[in-house]
Structures are given as structure tokens and as C-alpha cells.
């Protein structure tokens, strides 16, 4: 019976332990999430902190947008976060744009983990979101630091609306 219980407490604290860890990955991948949004982000003429901006990926990372494209055949764009920063830094400060996370979902596997975050996009020359979609993050925990492998995203469409993927979720 002794045994039993020791068995019994000892699973419990590994469990425990596990579920900690879980926690305390969750909120560092969520810090990491929210430096990707606030990174963009600026006001008109405003820099961004591209080196900051940099050390959230991993060496080989890459980005993508996914549309639609023609008569409804899905197309992509694949880019580095070097290419990404010389396309759209230019850009972003032009409009003054911001990026706002409205949903967040994470499910981690040991050291890999993968998100899904919905987000409006709004500029300084529009009322109310100019953009809205999600992104789908593939996130990699090395050498005790969470690093984005990948960054794949969609724009909101009219057959595909942001807040239809996340039904159901606490907000």
C-alpha cells in the first residue's frame, strides 16, 4: 500500500512537473506571439526594430501568404524575414500600420509547438481594420528559446472569417 502511494504521489509530481512546464511554455510562446505583433507595429514614419524583429526567427525561417488566387486555386508567397523586411518595412512605416492578435490557440509537443492567432491589420489613414486573417506559426524551443520556424498566413474572406475558426474558444 505504501508503494502504491509513493507510485501514486511520484506520478502526480511528474504530472505536475509536465503541466508547469506546459504553463511556463505556453506564456514564453505567447510573449513570443505578441513581440511578433508589436514588432510590425508602428505609427507613420516610425522604424522598426528590425534586429528585434530578426531574433524571433530561427536561421532558415520562413514566411508565406496564402490566397485564394485565381478562380479560387489556392497560390502562395514565400519569403525570408530578410525579404519580408525589405518588402514590406518600407511599407509598414508609410501607412503607420498595426497589428492587433484577436485569438490565440497553442498545442505543444515536447520542444515544437504550433499556433494559431487571429489578427487585425489597421493603417493610419482608415477607420476600423483594413485587414484581418490568421497567421499559423510553427514554433521551436531551442537551447531554452522559442524561435519561429515558420510563419504561414491568410487573409479573412468572405467565405473564410476569422472569428467562424476560433467558435467555440474563450477569447
Do not use: C
Request: hydrophobic share 45%; proline share 4%; charged share 25%.
Amino acid at each position: 500500500m505504501i508503494r502504491y502511494l509513493m507510485a501514486a504521489g511520484a506520478a502526480l509530481m511528474v504530472m505536475t512537473s509536465a503541466q508547469a512546464q506546459d504553463l511556463s511554455d505556453e506564456a514564453a510562446i505567447g510573449a513570443l506571439v505578441e513581440r511578433v505583433y508589436s514588432v510590425i507595429s508602428g505609427d507613420v514614419g516610425e522604424q522598426r526594430d528590425w534586429d528585434a524583429f530578426r531574433d524571433l526567427y530561427t536561421d532558415n525561417a520562413i514566411m508565406g501568404q496564402v490566397s485564394p488566387g485565381p478562380e479560387g486555386h489556392g497560390r502562395a508567397v514565400f519569403l525570408t524575414p530578410e525579404d519580408y523586411i525589405a518588402r514590406s518595412g518600407p511599407v509598414l512605416m508609410e501607412i503607420g500600420f498595426h497589428e492587433v492578435e484577436t485569438h490565440r490557440e497553442v498545442n505543444i509537443y515536447g520542444e515544437l509547438a504550433h499556433v494559431r492567432t487571429g489578427y487585425e491589420g489597421f493603417r493610419a489613414d482608415q477607420d476600423g481594420p483594413y485587414v484581418a486573417g490568421i497567421n499559423f506559426l510553427t514554433v521551436m524551443k531551442i537551447e531554452g528559446q522559442w524561435k519561429i520556424a515558420a510563419i504561414i498566413w491568410r487573409p479573412q474572406s468572405e467565405d473564410w472569417p476569422v472569428a467562424a475558426q476560433f467558435e467555440g474558444e474563450a477569447d
